[in-house]
């Protein structure tokens, strides 16, 4: 993979920041948006602007064709059997919503369980307490271990036959625990559960299928892999969806409306009411070709040698302190001595450094590992062993800093 031919298609990377070249390792709040992505939105306001699917003129018939070609390509990225198995949603966590609340409250009563983990993101923990409480189900946790990971052996005993839901991330964003999702997956339906995977942090830097991992949804943001914000993905078996009642009615997701009754679109689109995200989805689908171009192998093989090259240079540090397994996404979550993540997160920006700093959506997470924050570095197709060595350099100024006021 050439990183520097890659970089140059990014013109943001391209800047000073507080008079230093900017470093950016934030991508796991959101990623940078290579040329092609914001072209393709420059020409579809530019030259096809209209609504979709109502208009006969030829500006609408573009705009469908571009809207729903993206929808193919999401599928064949993720490698869904059908493209009605693609929703269109605002990001991971309206699609998590949409299962919670379509799927949990038609699904769930008194005496079911739904499980999920302590890791998840606040959007993979709350909407499953919404539904808990508006069931009478119970909600229960995997417990995790002592390095930020899950055992299958705890994820067989907290499973059970009451279960009917199992939520759980693939990738985590603060530790970045790649969760054994397929494995769960078919332990959840021994039981006769479902289960859905938050893939927020997985789909952008992994190779994702989903019929392998015969996860029942799947959810993604379009924001995290090059693609714009306000942008997502809710996959689903499509008997599952088949079965699953709109969670919002209007324009668009109607096929006869009565006075008194009405009848739904089929999928996908009667789960997606009012306009659409038209232009949102166009970049979303030039993103995917941008990913399939560098080749999401390339891309996870980056960043894996990355982390392994900045957890060394991490580790050189006097007083950091490191969470998360060993085998990790490309992310590192870390505090150093007693300085606030907030402070130390101050001093790299200061330094033209983006890290992000405070509790990532994550609070049970932060309980467990007994801190009130952490700070962050993730990476992307874009970073370099140099924006490893900057960070390092960053970090030591920082104590060094701080070292000088205490
Ligand atoms: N799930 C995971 C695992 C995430 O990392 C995020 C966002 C979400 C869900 C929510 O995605 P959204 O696009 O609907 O907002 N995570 C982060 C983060 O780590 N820092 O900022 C946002």
New binding site residues.
């Given amino acids: 993979m050439d990183v520097k031919a890659i970089r140059s298609l990014f013109p943001i990377l391209d800047q000073e920041v507080n008079g230093s070249p900017l470093v950016y390792l934030?991508s796991?709040?959101?990623s940078q948006k290579p040329l092609s992505v914001i072209k393709a939105l420059d020409d579809y306001y530019r030259l096809d602007n209209s609504n979709v699917h109502r208009g006969v003129h030829t500006l609408g018939t573009r705009a469908t064709d571009k809207y729903e070609g993206a929808r193919e390509k999401v599928r064949g990225f993720i490698n869904a059997e059908s493209e009605k198995q693609i929703i269109f949603s605002?990001?991971?966590?309206?699609a998590?919503n949409t299962v919670a609340y379509s799927y949990g409250r038609s699904n769930l009563s008194e005496g079911d369980e739904i499980v999920i983990t302590p890791m998840?993101?606040h959007?993979?923990i709350i909407p499953w307490q919404q539904t808990a409480k508006a069931t009478g189900a119970t909600l229960k946790y995997i417990p995790l271990q002592d390095d930020g990971t899950i055992s299958l052996e705890d994820v067989r005993a907290t499973i059970t036959d009451k279960t009917k839901i199992v939520a759980m991330?693939h990738?985590?964003?603060?530790l970045g625990t790649i969760n054994p999702v397929k494995d769960v997956a078919s332990i959840a339906h021994k039981h006769g559960a479902v289960m859905l995977v938050?893939g927020?942090?997985g789909v952008p830097h992994m190779r994702v299928d989903v019929q392998d991992l015969d996860c029942d949804f799947y959810a993604f943001?379009g924001?995290?892999m090059c693609g714009p914000t306000g942008i997502?993905v809710l996959y689903g078996k499509r008997h599952l969806l088949e079965e699953m009642e709109p969670v919002e009615f209007g324009g668009e997701m109607i096929d006869f409306v009565n006075l008194y009754d009405s009848t739904w679109k089929e999928l996908p689109w009667k789960f997606e009411g009012g306009t659409p995200i038209i232009a949102g989805a166009i970049g979303l689908g030039a993103a995917i070709d941008f990913l399939t171009e560098v080749g999401l192998e390339e891309i996870e093989e980056h960043e894996s040698k990355l982390v392994s090259y900045a957890l060394q240079q991490l580790r050189t540090i006097d007083g950091i302190k490191i969470f998360g397994p060993e085998k990790r996404a490309g992310l590192i979550t870390f505090n150093l001595d007693d300085v606030h993540p907030h402070d130390t997160a101050t001093v790299l920006d200061a330094e033209g450094i983006a890290v992000?700093a405070g509790h990532?959506?994550a609070q049970p997470l932060m309980r467990w590992l007994d801190v009130t924050a952490t700070a962050?570095a993730?990476f992307y197709l874009y970073n370099t062993e140099e924006d490893v060595d900057r960070l390092v350099a960053g970090l030591i100024k920082t104590k060094e800093y701080f070292g000088d006021v205490f």
């Fill in positions: 934030d796991s709040a959101t605002r990001g991971t966590t309206t998590i998840e993101h959007s993979n991330m990738v985590s964003n603060v938050d927020a942090q943001s924001h995290k997502g992000r990532h959506c962050r993730s």
